[in-house]
T-cell receptor, first 115, second 109 residues
Framework: DAGVIQSPRHEVTEMGQEVTLRCKPI?????LFWYRQTMMRGLELLIY????????DSGMPEDRFSAKMPNASFSTLKIQPSEPRDSAVYFC?????????????FGPGTRLTVL | QQQVKQSPQSLIVQKGGISIINCAYE??????FPWYQQFPGKGPALLIA?????SEKKEGRFTISFNKSAKQFSLHIMDSQPGDSATYFC????????FGKGTRLHILP
């Protein structure tokens, strides 16, 4: 298996632009997580899906952030409009089972820079 | 109650020494405590984990010590090597996994 796939690996954009991050989870996994990592705040859970349904989005910072999972093999995290404080590394992770309680396998991350 | 507090933020250890990272939690409903290791430019990966009915778990040079009454657990890396230089996250599992803020470990050659 190729593991969790994220794209793009790096994204540089200007303030106010829309940014879309993409994730393909490991085949057979039914839970998917989006995390944001910064030096100041560490690893923060933004949202997680189980069987393509959003279960907990309490970590989504504000309405500028949205996430979708249209099918079991694809998810997107969108920021519109982007701001410099959104600059971070965004990770997608997947696992098998409910409630996100099993080992999570992380993708390589997308480094986002908002100028 | 959902927090996992991790210390230190950063740690420098001589090659061959013992690296110790500590974590504390409040929620007694947590039932599984994994440690994740992250190398620069990579995502975190599961390193070792323990359940609260066990006081210690060892895998090679990595040992988790667990103190249920104190609600604390720690990662010990014996004979630390430069290849162990990474960021380490402790975590706790309740209805979801909560991560500590991470410890950046640097092993001096």
């Amino acid at each position: 298996d190729a593991g969790v796939i994220q794209s793009p690996r790096h994204e540089v954009t200007e303030m106010g632009q829309e940014v879309t991050l993409r994730c393909k989870p490991i085949s057979g996994h039914n839970s998917l997580f989006w995390y944001r990592q910064t030096m100041m705040r560490g690893l923060e859970l933004l949202i997680y899906f189980n069987n393509n349904v959003p279960i907990d989005d309490s970590g989504m910072p504000e309405d500028r952030f949205s996430a979708k999972m249209p099918n079991a093999s694809f998810s997107t995290l969108k920021i519109q409009p982007s701001e410099p404080r959104d600059s971070a590394v965004y990770f997608c992770a997947s696992s098998f089972g409910t409630s996100g309680v099993n080992e999570q396998f992380f993708g390589p991350g997308t480094r986002l820079t908002v100028l | 109650q959902q927090q996992v507090k991790q210390s230190p933020q950063s740690l420098i250890v001589q090659k061959g020494g013992i690296s110790i990272i500590n974590c504390a939690y409040e929620n007694t409903a947590f039932d599984y405590f994994p440690w994740y290791q992250q190398f620069p430019g990579k995502g975190p990966a599961l390193l070792i984990a323990i359940r609260p009915d066990v006081s210690e778990k060892k895998e090679g040079r990595f040992t988790i010590s667990f103190n249920k009454s104190a609600k604390q657990f720690s990662l010990h890396i014996m004979d630390s090597q430069p290849g162990d230089s990474a960021t380490y996250f402790c975590a706790a599992r309740g209805d979801k996994i909560i991560f500590g803020k991470g410890t950046r470990l640097h092993i001096l050659p």
